[in-house]
């Protein structure tokens, strides 16, 4: 098959990555960079397991072709721990507020959770709400994943 050769920034590092054209975002991140974080649910966009940063934004990376990422800058959630394993304050509040069951949809809802985050530290409960609304939990019935994510915005954790 077919091979691209894409250059990006994975988790603030510079690397590059010779991948079959037709791979997705989130099959490179897997099998590629063995970052196994992002999980595939659906495949097709409707599920939010697969959520990773792209250049400020959340994003489907199951959707995401290879060849776009081309110079863009990828944040998975191997990324957001500090150097020294310190945890983030969202994997934090997630962990302290049981928020997570069975993790398949967590780390897709905590990148979520981080692009709104980042752009607006003090969300409406609506807002949050808004930003998830992409991200499906068969365990937990989001009303922990909910309150975590405002813990954080409040500052609370
Ligand atoms: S695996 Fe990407 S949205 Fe479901
Ligand atoms: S914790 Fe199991 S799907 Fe969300």
Redesign the pocket.
């Known amino acids: 098959m077919k091979k691209v050769s894409v250059c990006f920034t994975l988790n603030g590092d510079s690397v590059t990555a010779e991948v079959p054209v037709t791979w997705s975002l ?1 099959k490179t991140l897997r099998e590629y960079f063995e970052l196994t974080g992002a ?12 959520t990773v940063i792209v250049d400020g934004d959340a994003v ?4 995401y072709p290879i060849p776009e990422i081309e110079g863009r800058s990828v944040v998975t959630v191997e990324g957001i721990a500090g150097k020294e394993g310190t945890l983030h304050p969202l994997q934090k509040a997630f962990l302290e507020n049981n928020a997570v069951q069975c993790g398949f949809c967590t780390s897709g809802m905590i990148m979520s959770a981080k692009a709104l985050l980042d752009k607006n530290p003090d969300p409406a409960e609506e807002d949050i709400r808004t930003s998830l609304s992409g991200n499906f939990c068969r365990c937990t019935g989001y009303v922990q994943i909910i309150e975590a994510v405002r813990r954080v915005a409040k500052g609370n954790t």
């Open positions: 989130l999980k595939e649910g659906c495949g097709v966009g409707e599920c939010g397991c697969c489907n990376s199951c959707l």
